[in-house]
Nanobody, 120 residues
Framework: QVQLVESGGGLVQAGGSLRLSCAAS????????MGWYRQAPGKQRELVAG???????NYADSVKGRFTISRDNAKNTVYLGMNSLKPEDTAVYYC??????????????WGQGTQVTVSP
């Protein structure tokens, strides 16, 4: 099993920045990719950004150029840096990890979620 614990959410004004952290523990050797999803009220959960063990990254079109995913292997932690935040970025953000060939596109593990609220 893998445990994921997020931190760093909060309330910020439009144009501001936040950084989310996700610390992984447990059988982390089984993970081949990690990422961040978000879910806004009344909407489906969507993949925001992913990063493989090899360091390859991918982003949703809506966040390209504004969000950056990174990892610190020594700390077993993945980060999501969010700049130029918009009200439409408001959502619960979930850390996710995958161990199958589909990686973070079909996560096997989820964090508990952290709220990000962007005010106009």
């Amino acid at each position: 099993q893998v445990q994921l614990v997020e931190s760093g959410g909060g309330l910020v004004q439009a144009g501001g920045s936040l950084r989310l952290s996700c610390a992984a523990s447990g059988s982390i050797f089984s993970i081949n990719a990690m990422g961040w999803y978000r879910q806004a009220p009344g909407k489906q959960r969507e993949l925001v950004a992913g990063i493989t063990n090899g360091g390859s990254t991918n982003y949703a079109d809506s966040v390209k150029g504004r969000f950056t995913i990174s990892r610190d292997n020594a700390k077993n932690t993945v980060y999501l840096g969010m700049n130029s935040l918009k009200p439409e970025d408001t959502a619960v953000y979930y850390c996710a990890a995958g161990r199958s060939r589909w990686g973070v596109n079909q996560p096997n593990y989820w964090g508990q979620g952290t709220q990000v609220t962007v005010s106009p």
